[in-house]
């Protein structure tokens, strides 16, 4: 099994930033697939953005490319996601997910992923 825990999470005003953690813990995998996802009230789960174990290969959703960044630090077991230039329509519960293996695939749905950390709270105000 793996934890994953989010921190970071916070109210903001638009145009702002915030950085988005993700601590791990239990089994770790091998080249492995991390990823946040997002999900606003009424809304479906939406994916942001995803990072293989090396780091080399990463996708976004298009609403937030040129915003925000994934990287990870494999030492300390850790995601993170920056988020700049936010928007109000960026207001949700993020989750950090890991997915055990990385077949080089583009994953962007929930069902694709094996652990959800419990998520934190992004509020962007105008």
């Known amino acids: 099994q793996v934890q994953l825990v989010e921190s970071g999470g916070g109210l903001v005003q638009a145009g702002g930033s915030l950085r988005l953690s993700c601590a791990a813990s239990?089994?770790?995998?091998?080249?492995?697939?991390m990823a946040w996802f997002r999900q606003a009230p009424g809304k479906e789960r939406e994916f942001v953005a995803s990072?293989?174990?090396?780091?080399?290969?990463?996708y976004y959703t298009d609403s937030v490319k040129g915003r925000f960044t994934i990287s990870r630090d494999n030492a300390k077991n850790t995601v993170y996601l920056q988020m700049n230039s936010l928007k109000p329509e960026d207001t949700a519960a993020y989750y950090c997910?890991?997915?055990?293996?990385?077949?080089?695939?583009?994953?962007?749905?929930?069902?694709?992923?094996?652990?959800w950390g419990q998520g934190t709270q992004v509020t962007v105000s105008s």
């Open positions: 997910v890991a997915k055990s293996s990385w077949s080089g695939s583009y994953y962007y749905t929930a069902s694709d992923y094996d652990f």
């Open positions: 239990g089994r770790t995998f091998v080249n492995n697939l």
């Open positions: 990072i293989n174990w090396s780091g080399t290969s990463t």
